[in-house]
């Protein structure tokens, strides 16, 4: 039997294999334990936030210099930019302010990875700040950007001229969107950053052409034929005419809804069914003695204006013989009773102003029925006021007469209406000192010498309005009255504040204006008027003390010197035309008003949507 003969490891080689591999272990449990001891108990090295080093540094120390390195971030203004306007924020007025603790405590946090412990050693570490953000406050400051950026879109429309609807383009609007807005703000702060942009999103109209023709379709059959109104005996006919004046549409889930005024249609018939109605009153007001007084409502009888528009909603669809409705004759509350006039608190004068004008026949006519239509105005808590709404449209048909306005370019014009922007100059006026909150004011592109800048306003039927929302929980009370050469506009309520002053800034940004030559037969010769930019700050006071500020930033643009013939070579005589003379007794001119334009008039509030237009003066 043969001897078999077997390898073996040899002893030694094992077990310097195994003292090898405790070395290795015992080196990296001692290279691991230093940099353990490397990194220390508090801040990484190569730590940093927002430039401040506090890598090596305890907690402690750690805090100190955040509190100290943070403190002029915080005070720092975050410039957003949008439309090439800038709106500065502080930190503090959008509630943002950095958690030093937290911040610290993110800073400090440390790994037992051991391959984070030893790249730690030799990396760098940039962490952003903790952010407390108190949202309301960021919400507050992103809606104040928002309602000067945003534009809401504008929805195509039908508007009736005589029997004949016509179709009236939308626009496309901007918007912008708040949560990104904030979410940009807050990471601008985070970051260290003193400005961001914020881009508005497009705003579509939700009124497709579809829905615009089936509107005009409904407008054309509501106007084919009379609707015979049946009332107690009596037959009225109620004409396709007064149909149309009464009928707007209004933009509802995409489409255009058809609505009859109950008034004018009442208006319409009102002499043919006088034998069974007995008309009612509103309550109101009279100054008497520097006091307002109430002048009691009292009720009426007959057709409710509701209850007409309503039955001949149903039928303007239909041909005859089915355009007939019945009505019936019942109480007609006055919208104000004399009870509710008691409540509204109107009990002294908030505010006046009184706006001379030089005198031409078609401005004591078109000032005046502004006024008239004005006087006796009531804005209840919270509601809006329309000025547009108020005087109505500037036609013949409504007591206006031709004047000149300001149209395209700063060059006058002639148009229905001229002057009336006087008395919306007067009005909001006498709102600003009132307290009154603009919800729309526009200022005319120019400037004109006889207004105080910044605080004059304009309209233009069908482009822009001038708005304001009663802000207080008592109602206000508007008395207006004109003479040749001034109106007046009182706001009569419950004083919320001691006194309202104005202060004005110098005027900046001076721009010259420029001389054109105009060889057209219609040309209105006029001055030119430099233009330039200007502050008003509206200033509160409660028992003498000030309470709170807004700052009225307006823009007027040059306009031109306009000469009337050839121009002349240097060295002649040119006498140049004169300018619009106060008379008004020029013949308007032949050719059409020029089309209202985007952007050519300055808004007079901040976060006011501006347009140009036939601007009367």
Known sequence: MSEQSHWQWPVWSSRRWILLGLGAILLVLVAYVGAVLLAGSGIARGTSVLGIDIGGMSTAETTVALKKGLASNETTPITVKSLKRDFPILPSDAGLSFDVESTVEQASSRTWNPIALFTGLFATRTLDPVVLVNQDSLSAQVDAIATVIDRAPVEPMIDMKGLKPVEIPGATGREIDDAAASSAIVDAFATGKTSVTVSPAVANPT????????????????????????VDGISARLGPRAIARSLTFSAEDGQLVPILDGGVLHKAIAEQIATVEAPGRDATFVIENGVPVIVPSKVGKGVSDEELATAVGEVIGMNPPDRTVTVTVGVREPQLTTEQAQQLGVKERLSTFTQAFPYAAYRKQNIGEAARRLNGTVVLPGETFSMNETIKERTVANGYTVGFVIGQGGIFDEDLGGGVSTA?????????????????????????????????????????????????????????????????????????????????????????????????????????????NINVDRVFYKDGVEVKRETISTKYKPSPEVICGKEKKPGTTFRPSPSPSASGTRKPSKSPSPTP???????????VTSRSGLLSR
């Open 207 to 230: 009124v497709s052409d579809d829905a615009l023709l089936a509107a005009k379709a409904v407008a054309t059959q509501a106007v084919s034929a009379p609707v015979q109104v049946q």
């Open 424 to 532: 919306v100059t007067a009005t909001w006026t006498a709102a600003f000192y009132a307290g009154m909150e603009p919800v729309q004011v526009v200022a005319h592109s120019i400037f004109i010498s006889r207004y105080k800048p910044g605080l004059e306003a304009t309209v233009a039927w069908g482009s822009f309005d001038m708005k304001f929302k009663n802000p207080y929980p008592n109602a206000v009370y508007i008395q207006a009255s004109a003479g040749s050469t001034s109106i007046n506009v009182s706001i009569w309520g419950t004083p919320e504040y001691s006194d309202i002053k104005a202060e004005s800034g110098p005027r900046t940004n001076i721009v010259k204006y420029k001389t054109i030559y105009d060889q057209s037969s219609t040309c209105l010769g006029q001055g030119g008027m430099d233009g330039f």
């Open 597 to 607: 334009s985007s952007g050519d008039a300055a808004p007079a509030f901040p976060g």
